[in-house]
T-cell receptor
């Protein structure tokens, strides 16, 4: 149980384009999903907390207009990187938590490369 | 700022050796999780500890939660090459709250 999927697994795009990443909880309903960014050989950095039916809460330094998060249902959250630039290239990982628990289950990640 | 310090950052050992990874904070955790991550993949949950003094075992891995719930350790007995990876501790300082991650321990087990 507690499986989280992410799509796509990897994406290469041109600078200036927008990229959407989907995060789905496959066998449970997640009222809260989280989006992280990970640079090579580093730990995870929380970007934002996504709550179903409400606006996402962004961490300090994360531009909400650049990283658009939508959590329209209890099983799906999306992260859109708008007007992507090479510095946005990174490994993006989502997670979902079971209601009333702290444990998070992670998706397999999305490798974004902006040329 | 609620910080979670993880040590060591890097560890390179021979197969068969034992090792311990530490996770420390000055604040009390509601719960703490340990994850293992391989390159290009998402972290995989190993264990969640909730009760002070709790000890959990997962085959050759032993997880301990400090009595005061401010620290935790992961001990691997007789490491194998398949244990190679990035080990992450993550704590929640309030129930249902976001996780704060440690800096990670990159473990390499050589044959």
């Amino acid at each position: 149980g507690a499986v989280v999927s992410q799509h796509p697994s990897w994406v290469i795009c041109k600078s200036g384009t927008s990229v959407k990443i989907e995060c789905r909880s496959l066998d449970f309903q997640a009222t809260t999903m989280f989006w992280y960014r990970q640079f090579p050989k580093q730990s995870l950095m929380l970007m934002a907390t996504s709550n179903e039916g409400s606006k996402a809460t962004y961490e300090q330094g994360v531009e909400k207009d650049k990283f658009l998060i939508n959590h329209a249902s209890l099983t799906l959250s999306t992260l859109t990187v708008t007007s992507a630039h090479p510095e946005d290239s990174s490994f993006y990982i989502c997670s979902a938590s079971l209601p009333s628990t702290d444990t998070q289950y992670f998706g397999p990640g999305t490798r974004l490369t902006v040329l | 700022t609620q910080l979670l310090e993880q040590s060591p950052q890097f560890l390179s050992i021979q197969e068969g050796e034992n090792l311990t990874v530490y996770c420390n904070s000055s604040s009390v955790f509601s719960s703490l999780q340990w994850y293992r991550q391989e390159p290009g993949e998402g972290p995989v949950l190993l264990v969640t500890v909730v009760t002070g003094g709790e000890v959990k075992k997962l085959k050759r891995l032993t997880f301990q939660f400090g009595d005061a719930r401010k620290d935790s350790s992961l001990h691997i007995t007789a490491a194998q090459t398949g244990d190679t990876g990035l080990y992450l501790c993550a704590g929640a300082f309030r129930a249902g709250n976001m996780l704060t991650f440690g800096g990670g321990t990159r473990l390499m087990v050589k044959p």
